[in-house]
T-cell receptor, first 115, second 115 residues
Framework: GAVVSQHPSRVICKSGTSVKIECRSL??????MFWYRQFPKQSLMLMAT?????????EQGVEKDKFLINHASLTLSTLTVTSAHPEDSSFYIC???????????FGPGTRLTVL | GNSVTQMEGPVTLSEEAFLTINCTYT??????LFWYVQYPGEGLQLLLK?????DKGSNKGFEATYRKETTSFHLEKGSVQVSDSAVYFC??????????????FGRGTQLTVWP
């Protein structure tokens, strides 16, 4: 079946640096991709919707300037965490619609640790 | 608003035991309901879904029935296997709203099955 990949799977960075996370749809095109964030033992929370060819749509409370999203092509969306701080440490997961009506494919997630 | 309340884990069972993971939801309209499973180191995978009231989703021996009167979508399996050990997420997808396609997730339930 269709696969969504994420890179890197794990990243550790220093406070104040920026980190880019890639989300790719490997054998299908995705005009929309979703970025979720998951805290330990909590549910996945939608951060933003990435739209190919237009600006991302952010959920209430998510800082647009901190979490930069670029839908560069029909198979790639990137999330850049700018000036990362320890409170940004989390598990970031992307998804793309596909597989059937109302279904989505999920990436394996990226574990970000900010020291 | 939209939300999902899921039975907290962890759940530990012996092989061949009966499994129930409770899930209730709050939503306007007629959402679609899903169960996703996440195996260690992998992305979320769709386990089953139901798109309208009284629908029963089933896959790999798991079942869940969309109960609108009780706003529930409990996951059941008659005889679990060690290979079922994973984290299970209940989710809903609204049928209306500004971000079509997005999912609302429960917190996830860790299931461990012992041989």
């Amino acid at each position: 079946g269709a696969v969504v990949s994420q890179h890197p799977s794990r990243v550790i960075c220093k406070s104040g640096t920026s980190v880019k996370i890639e989300c790719r749809s490997l054998d299908f095109q995705a005009t929309t991709m979703f970025w979720y964030r998951q805290f330990p033992k909590q549910s996945l929370m939608l951060m933003a919707t990435s739209n190919e060819g237009s600006k991302a749509t952010y959920e209430q409370g998510v800082e647009k300037d901190k979490f930069l999203i670029n839908h560069a092509s029909l198979t790639l969306s990137t999330l850049t965490v700018t000036s990362a701080h320890p409170e940004d440490s989390s598990f970031y997961i992307c998804s793309a619609p596909g597989g059937g009506p109302r279904e989505q494919f999920f990436g394996p997630g990226t574990r970000l640790t900010v020291l | 608003g939209n939300s999902v309340t899921q039975m907290e884990g962890p759940v530990t069972l012996s092989e061949e035991a009966f499994l129930t993971i409770n899930c209730t939801y709050t939503a306007t309209g007629y959402p679609s309901l899903f169960w996703y499973v996440q195996y260690p180191g992998e992305g979320l995978q769709l386990l089953l879904k139901a798109t309208k009231a009284d629908d029963k989703g089933s896959n790999k021996g798991f079942e869940a029935t969309y109960r609108k009167e009780t706003t529930s979508f409990h996951l059941e399996k008659g005889s679990v296997q060690v290979s079922d050990s994973a984290v299970y997420f209940c989710a809903l997808q609204p049928d209306r709203g500004s971000t079509l396609g997005r999912l609302y997730f429960g917190r996830g339930t860790q299931l461990t099955v012992w041989p």
